[in-house]
Each structure stands twice: as C-alpha cells, then as structure tokens.
C-alpha cells in the first residue's frame, strides 16, 4: 500500500480482555517497529521484527503482550488480559531494510482505551 | 546507553516569529543517527530529517534548519517565520547504528503552538 496501515484505529476495551491491533507495512518493507505513546510522550520501542522473526522484543512490557508476523509482512500485536496502564497509541512502523538507518515510516496509529 | 532530551515541554509563538526547538543526546557509540520527527493532530509521525554523527555540517530546507554539535551533543531545530501549520509535536530521535535495525530512541517532544 502508499503507507503504513494500522486497524483498528481506535478501539475501547474492557479491563481483562483480551485484543489484537493489526499493522500493514508499505509493501516491500521487511522491517517492522511497534511502538507504543503514552499521552504526553515520545513513542517507546515494543518490539521489531526483521522478515517473519521477532529481532529484538526488549521492549516488551511483560508476557501479556506478544507480537507475530507470520509471512513477513502484515504483524499483530496481541495483549492478553488487559489493564487500565496499557491505554496508550500503539505505533507501527515499517523500514525498506533493517540494515543501516533509513527513515521509519509510521503509521496513524491504534488508541487503545482500556475501562 | 541511549537517551534523547528534549528540555522544552511546549513552546507558544506568533507567526512568523523564528523558533528553536533543542535535543540533546547521549549515546557511547561513534556512529549514530539523528532524526527529527512531526506529529500533527493526525497523529501520524513525519519524517523530517536524518543526520549520521560524521556529518556536522548543517542544514537547511526552506523555512527548517538543523544546527548539529557533537561537541555539546545537540541536535537543534530551528523554523524561521513560523506557520500556524506547524503547530504539532516535535520529536527528536536517536539510533545507534552498531547493530542492524537498531530501534529509534525518541525524546519526550516538544509541544510548538503557533497562533495567528
């Protein structure tokens, strides 16, 4: 596609659900970043994912969260029992290439509210 | 390791006044890039720029101008005549270039008002 694709965009849950927030890179991208904006915040590293494997998942906050990229190009990040502390803007981001440091293109990103 | 400091939390100023918006970094490594980034109301990030750490040489791209110093490790952003449309969070970024894919380090953001 013309650019990074993120669904839903906004999506309100209950405290204990369970959610997925899925990401479309611009095609031909095989890097991919989630990150993650609290309000009045920089984006945060969550995860990247270079092809189909998960590269570097340091940034994960706990086991509740846990991304996948099954055939190297659209990704889900999954949060497992939600809390009321993951109510943020969950950003992707793809790169033509992990190697070297071109730009990260972003998507519009997923509000994820948690009641 | 990585940090990226952006002092100022928000900014107000009338058109057409010149603005500078300050990042200061800390990274060990000798190679390294900079990036500013615009986040309007959209929310979407917009790249502006990117910068390696054996490039000081400044630059500028119409109204935007970049100030880089490796000696006192800033990176800082200037907008002359200043625009309401550039009213929108600014982020500067970090990214040690050691490691393949290395992930963006962003700053708190500063939050530019531009009023009419």
């Known amino acids: 596609g013309a650019g990074v694709s993120q669904t839903p965009s906004n999506k309100v849950t209950e405290k204990g659900k369970y959610v997925e927030l899925r990401c479309d890179p611009i095609s031909g991208h095989t890097a991919l970043y989630w990150y993650r904006q609290s309000l009045g915040q920089g984006p945060e590293f969550l995860i990247y994912f270079q092809g189909t494997g998960a590269a570097d998942d340091s940034g994960l906050p706990n086991d509740r969260f846990f991304a996948v990229r099954p055939e190297g190009s659209v990704s889900t990040l999954k949060i497992q029992r939600t809390e009321r502390g993951d109510s943020a803007v969950y950003l992707c981001?793809?790169?033509?290439?992990?190697?070297?440091?071109?730009?990260?293109?972003f998507g519009e990103g997923s509000r994820l509210t948690v009641l | 390791a990585q940090k990226v400091t952006q002092a100022q939390t928000e900014i107000s100023v009338v058109e057409k006044e010149d603005v500078t918006l300050d990042c200061v970094y800390e990274t060990r490594d000798t190679t390294y890039y900079l990036f500013w980034y615009k986040q309007p109301p959209s929310g979407e990030l917009v790249f502006l720029i990117r910068r390696n750490s054996f490039d000081e040489q400044n630059e500028i791209s119409g109204r935007y101008s970049w100030n880089f110093q490796k000696s006192t490790s800033s990176f800082n952003f200037t907008i002359t005549a200043s625009q309401v449309v550039d009213s929108a969070v600014y982020f500067c970024a970090l990214s040690e270039a050691g490691q393949a894919g290395t992930a963006l380090i962003f700053g708190k953001g500063t939050t530019l008002s531009v009023s009419s």
């Open positions: 981001a793809s790169r033509q290439t992990s190697y070297g440091t071109g730009e990260l293109f």
